[in-house]
């Protein structure tokens, strides 16, 4: 059963939206993820236009976090103070972001951008916590389960005590991590959790199963920003498409949070990256085989 998208200027098959979302919402479930990183790529390889799979998917990863953030928020793993404070700084960056990809687009380069903003950002993070998770399986310690924040996240001014996360932490700090994370969800259609979820665990200091629960918490408002500006700034926001990825992710982030909860953290680390890994060589392929003679130098679209 096909459905034609009308700003993606696509036709597609209504199951294969309905089970990317709901695959995107069991990884959000999870990991804490918003799941952008993953679903975006895997719009563009169906032939969804860049610009309106990004902004289309930060429709859903509000669905998909929502979703997840309720069923973390019974298990006491959500970091609603600490989460707050990344909020005011993923707002700043998202709107900025927004401004940037109008830019971009403008340029004509935002397709070649994104994919390779894509490449680095995974390589970077999927390679860092497959080390730490293989490393933290052959000890088997307690160094494994609990991390201790970096010198620079206790050095900086504006320190706060989180009782639920049970660190001590700068809140310039998170506002800066925050402001990075709506940066990214402006430019990649991401909630920013796949940056967020290990800076949280190995900068931060803070218990995998809450750095999960809070991070799903902080990408709402920041992807909900997001969507509304894109919508009005980019006019990138294909509704029929992202409610069709909204209904699938909401079933699969609550699927996800309760699988989440019977694996241990070192566990949900490794598929993590796994999963992290394999999109970026996905997204490498697709950059190196594509015709250098397709990146626009001027006023594309």
């Known amino acids: 059963m096909s459905i034609f998208l009308p700003v993606a200027g696509v036709q597609t098959s209504i199951f294969l939206i309905l089970s990317l979302g709901g695959t995107v919402g069991l990884l959000s479930g999870l990991f804490g993820v918003g799941g952008g990183f993953l679903l975006t790529p895997l719009l563009m390889m169906i032939g969804i236009p860049p610009a309106v799979a990004a902004a289309s998917d930060t429709n859903q990863i509000v669905a998909a976090s929502v979703s997840g953030t309720l069923a973390h928020t019974r298990a006491g793993n959500v970091d609603f103070k600490l989460g707050l404070v990344m909020v005011l700084g993923g707002l700043t960056g998202g709107t900025l972001g927004t401004s940037l990809v109008k830019t971009l687009r403008q340029m004509g380069n935002f397709d070649f951008v994104v994919k390779l903003v894509y490449v680095l950002m995974l390589l970077g993070v999927g390679s860092f916590m497959l080390m730490e998770s293989l490393s933290a399986l052959r000890r088997n310690d307690q160094q494994s389960k609990s991390h201790q924040p970096l010198p620079l996240a206790k050095r900086l001014p504006l320190k706060v005590y989180f009782p639920v996360s049970g660190i001590e932490c700068s ?80 079933v699969g982030a609550q699927i996800g949070a309760r699988v989440g909860r019977k694996l241990k953290a070192e566990q949900l680390r490794i598929i993590f990256s796994f999963i992290v890994l394999g999109v970026m060589v996905k997204m490498l392929y697709d950059l190196l085989s594509t015709p250098p003679s397709l990146i626009v130098l001027g006023g594309g679209h």
């Open 171 to 250: 809140a310039l700090a998170l506002f800066a991590l925050g402001f990075l994370i709506g940066l990214l969800a402006a430019l990649m259609g991401v909630g920013g959790g796949f940056i967020m979820l290990p800076v949280m665990i190995y900068l931060l200091g803070i218990p995998t199963h809450r750095a999960v629960g809070t991070s799903l918490f902080t990408v709402i408002l920041t992807a909900i920003n997001v969507t509304l500006a894109q919508a009005i700034v980019n006019e990138t926001v294909d509704v029929v498409l992202a409610l069709l990825l909204l209904v699938g992710s909401a």
